[in-house]
């Protein structure tokens, strides 16, 4: 078995009287990647400034190459091989050179020279070779400034940046750019342990991928790294365990290869109820989509400047007024979003109280008057007045039937107690036999419980669909299916055979015309982030396809 290459014994650390890390202990082997989780507070900063230097544990021993080492500052760690990579925009990150000390001297001084902080008024070379200069002699030689600008743009190239940026004030930088001189900064050396505290956010998606190539080929080099970040994403595709600290406490050391998304989110919550974990699970589903989106925004916006550089100044007002309003667009757009999601709940609310009213009050009153009608026309002896009484319970009969079939459409009573897939079953059973249309029905058998937005948004665009067949269609044949694929997305096909489209389909003019249901159906699609295609089949008839990204289901 390998050895460890560092252990830490019952770690907790305390400030005043107030617990913040609690009898830790873990162990990480060379070549061993650790992701390090929790919400905030959960300790997690705390763990990695001890394993760095920059705090002493209150109680607990760390081992490193099986030794008990008692670390006083980060120059002790460094000359063991640990390097530390905090956020950019921490504290310990940026200082004047005016101020000769980092930090307060009851936390360990260091010099400036020393540190990881940012030199601003001093250029990037100088800022990632600080204190690691190359001289040009032994002892204190004089500084070699051409093979420090050459090793300073190696770095920076390997993470895509141009030469130039070399000679770039550390003052003019954007974050993502400070945080990439942090990361040369401990990529120059070789280094044994590698802690990375949250630095994935301020990167973008392309020098996201970067990084994680880099962190395997040094994993495959023997460095051991640990990681803190809350994209799990990352995290489950280059660590080896995943370490969860929940209040102070290590919670769950777990294996990545064995564990999952969901598991590794209830530990972090410290729960497993889905008004909890579903959340997050659908925030971290979306995590990529967002960032690629955000990146192409980026890309855009450089090539936006790099235009306006060209342009007199009455060119940069107009693309600046441009941008201005593409952003109240934007901000319009997404009130708007919010106030229909807003709507729509309200309404489904508004619905489920009607149709609990109509049943409840309404039907039950109608059944009592047929009751004593039916008292009534048993104590009757008149034919024709018996005949009379029998039409109108009858009626009553009847108007019940249709009420319960309102209370049906306004809020199917089989979604709430038994989910998506009864609810669905029962409607198209009973469209079927309504419309005397057959109807082919496909349910996954792994479909499961849906979070109850989701399962309410796909009901309603299932309903719309089949009432868009019955009143438009002329079919005889329809063919429903909702499965998932293999990235779990959740698919919804509506086929029918009957007259379907002349034209491609045109949501605008179907407003236009008052036909609101494929636009209704198109509204639903749009706010749960999912894609709509409407097309002809070839056999005649028209296929509506829905996808609706990654529904994770709710344990039952």
Known sequence: MTEPLLEARGLSKNFDRLPVLKDVSFSIAPGEVLGLVGRQGAGKSTLLHLLGGTMSPSTGTIYFDGKPRHFANRMQTQKLGIETVYQTSGPINRFDISNNLLWDRELNVETARRASGL?????????????REITKGPGFGFIDWARMIEVAQRLLGEFDFPPGLAHEQVRNLSDEQRQVLILARAFYQPC???LLHDVIPALSFHRQKILVDKIRKLATQGTSIIIISDDLKHLFTITDRILVLYEGKLVADRRTAASSPREIVELIVGSSGQEQVSPLIWALENYHTAQNQTEELRRKQA?????????????????ERL??????????????????????????????????????QIIQDLLGLNYHLEEAEENEKSPSLKQELAAIRHGIRNVVGELRQVCSDLRPPTIDHHGLSAAIDSLAHEWAQRNDIQLQLEIDPALGRLPETIELSVFRIVQEGLNNIRKH???????????????????VHLEDDGRGLSAPADLASFSISKHFGLVGISERVALLGGQMNIESSKGGGMILHVEIPSPYPIAP
């Open 323 to 360: 941008g201005n309003q593409l952003v109240s667009l934007d901000q319009l757009n997404a009130a708007l979003q919010a106030t229909q999601r807003r709507l729509i709940t309200e309404r489904e609310d508004e619905r489920k109280a009607l149709a609990r009213e109509l049943h409840d």
């Open 303 to 319: 090539s936006l400047q790099q235009s306006l550089e060209a342009r007199d100044s009455l060119n940069r007002q107009l693309v």
């Open 119 to 131: 030199v601003e008024q001093s250029d990037v070379t100088y800022n990632i070779l600080l204190g």
């Open 192 to 194: 044994r342990l590698l």
């Open 473 to 491: 269609a002329d079919a005889r044949h329809v063919r429903l299916s909702l499965q998932r694929t293999s990235s779990a997305n959740l698919l």
